[in-house]
């Protein structure tokens, strides 16, 4: 039986140190190198055992996994996470806020807010992205996006930001894949080209028409992968930020 990805991730990354520039394998499935800085909402969040991806939704506030909570620096501004570029900001991150249903033996309610140190300074390179306004649903073939620094081939290995673009997936179908499969998540991937999002970049979000629609969370080796379904933590979200 294979074993969700998340699972993989957690456990190929604990038995590497940061250190080992070499664990640091980023591309997408069936993606290319993104432009440098075309995403310039990603955020890259690293810890002493794991690293993981976020998006900037507001200059104090990052949106991210809940299963990425750690001891997290957050670097703003990245194309390549092996370089010091001047592009870069480097946060700490005040206060952890997951949300306070989420079951990590589920990855039920899978989202997290990260409250920062310091404001994100805005510009070229360091923006936000826009969440939905409602909670109307992701209709299936709805085309999106994805991007990260995630791990996924053995033989491959580079350390800057890859995309893929995706689709959405049918629900009543997916639930075939995940029988656990619940309201607050969304499938997408596309069978056709093989893409999806890999090991690594949990917390990465899922773009549809520039918005950013779901948050990447587990998986397979193959598509579709599972993403928490933003629009329905939407009261939640702006009730934490209001803190």
């Known amino acids: 039986m294979r074993q969700p990805q998340l699972l993989l991730a957690l456990l190929l990354l604990l038995s590497c140190p940061w250190a080992n520039t070499s664990a640091l394998r980023s591309q997408i499935m069936g993606g290319h190198e993104a432009q440098p800085h075309s995403h310039p909402y990603m955020v890259f969040l690293k810890t002493d055992r794991f690293f ?42 005040l206060r952890h806020h997951p949300h306070p249903e989420y079951d990590p033996n589920t990855v039920s309610n899978d989202i997290m807010l990260l409250k920062l140190t310091a404001k994100a300074t805005l510009n070229e390179y360091v923006k936000t992205i826009v969440l939905p306004r409602t909670s109307s649903d992701l209709r299936a073939g709805t085309k999106c996006s994805v991007a ?6 053995e033989d491959q290995a580079t350390n800057k930001l890859f995309e893929t673009k995706i689709s959405i997936y049918s629900h009543r179908k997916c639930v075939h894949f995940y029988p656990a499969l619940n309201n607050g998540m969304v499938c997408a991937g596309s069978f056709h080209e093989l893409s999806d999002s890999s090991q690594g970049d949990s917390g990465g979000p899922l773009v549809c028409n520039n918005v950013a629609k779901g948050i990447v969370s587990f998986g397979y080796e193959n598509p579709p992968g599972v993403y928490t379904r933003i629009a329905n933590y939407l009261p939640w979200s702006r009730k934490t930020m209001k803190k």
């Open 148 to 153: 990260g620094w995630g791990l996924i081939d």
């Open 52 to 93: 993981c991806g976020g998006f900037l939704v507001a200059p104090s506030w990052v949106m991210t996994a809940a299963h990425c909570l750690g001891n997290t620096t957050v670097i703003l501004g990245a194309h390549s996470i092996n370089e010091l570029e001047a592009s870069q900001q480097i946060r700490g991150v």
